[in-house]
């Protein structure tokens, strides 16, 4: 197991270390809003936090991949959107009235000659 696959958000559930960050927060730093108050000083509670600092981190680190990905989609889909448009700048009157005929007829596929320069 690499560290890469230790951060993979299709393969951890963020929920699970999402509830966990909440759950610490309350324990370790709620006062006296919870019924059960954890102490990083003794053992158990010393893991205890040790496993609530990594939730955290995991957490921050999922939703910040989350994020980078959810950016660059965007750029991406942005500039593929810019090059579709200067294709489709760049098409000829036969070429336009080609693409039109798919639009009209509301279909995929539709038959041509196949040896005529516009279709080729």
């Given at each position: ?74 750029y991406l889909t942005k500039k593929f959107n810019k ?38």
């Amino acid at each position: 197991m690499s560290i890469k696959d230790i951060f993979e958000i299709n393969k951890l559930p963020s929920y699970f270390f999402l509830v966990i960050a909440f759950v610490g927060a309350f324990v370790f730093y709620g006062g006296e809003y919870v019924l059960i108050k954890a102490n990083p000083k003794t053992t158990v509670g010393f893991y205890a936090y040790i496993i609530w600092l990594v939730s955290c981190g995991l957490l921050i680190t999922n939703i910040v991949k989350y994020l980078i990905r959810k950016i660059r989609g965007l750029y991406l889909t942005k500039k593929f959107n810019k090059q579709d448009k200067d294709t489709l700048n760049e098409l000829d009157a036969h070429e336009i009235s080609v693409i039109r005929e798919f639009f009209l007829h509301n279909r995929h596929a539709l038959e041509f000659p196949y040896n005529h320069p516009v279709i080729t």
